[in-house]
């Protein structure tokens, strides 16, 4: 705000761990906003000691996941209308995942920040792993962890970045190796059946559920 002080913030109230709070968070967006140029779902949480939700999922698989799947199922039908109103390559963003929009189409980006100094590791550290704490100690030392600012790069660079081009939708990009350069995945991450079935089985399940309709 010091920055951009004529910036217009409003915050939008959800808690990951509660699917009836995102489907809320979701409609009242919808209600007050007509067109939606970016998205980036970032939240989540690691190495939580196992719990359920309310809405009886492992805490890490609905806050890194099933709630983001949510929200976005329920933003879609706007992120298409912008879209469609757009000249391609406008900005519009999903990040982890990233996206933009393209005359009708959506552009998405998987991002990964890299090592970033946030609270996001507190519950390793609090483990007492000594082995897991000295490589951090390493890696810190070395210079491979960013700050919070450096760590929003890649997601940025999804909504933000005019170079981006229509070809790179649906690629992954880490903070530490040059922008416009996709990383390395694995072959999980880029079975595109396995994909499918993830997408399939998680919208019957919220369906079932009446999280999406």
Do not use: C
């Amino acid at each position: 705000m010091k920055m951009h002080p004529f910036a217009k913030i409003d915050l939008l109230e959800m808690d990951l761990m509660d699917l009836a709070s995102v489907v809320a968070a979701a409609k009242h967006f919808l209600a007050i906003e007509t067109a939606l140029h970016g998205l980036v779902n970032n939240a989540g949480i690691m190495a939580t000691p196992f719990k359920m939700t309310k809405d009886n999922y492992e805490t890490q698989w609905q806050t890194n996941y099933l709630s983001h799947w949510v929200f976005t199922e329920h933003l879609l039908p706007l992120m298409r209308q912008t879209a469609k109103s757009l000249p391609p390559g406008s900005r519009y963003g999903p990040g982890s995942p990233s996206a933009r929009d393209g005359k009708g189409e959506i552009w998405l980006l998987s991002v990964h920040p890299g090592l970033v100094e946030t609270n996001l590791g507190e519950s390793i550290a609090e483990s007492g792993s000594m082995i897991v704490n000295g490589v951090f100690s390493v890696f810190r030392k070395l210079g491979f962890f960013s700050n919070a600012d450096e760590g929003s790069w890649t997601s940025l660079y999804g909504v933000a970045n005019w170079d981006m081009k229509a070809e790179q939708s649906g690629d992954y990009f880490e903070v530490h190796r040059r922008f416009g350069e996709p990383r390395w995945q694995s072959a999980a991450a880029k079975d595109a059946k396995l994909a499918e079935r993830l997408d399939e089985w998680t919208r019957e399940e919220m369906k079932k559920q009446g999280w999406v309709s």
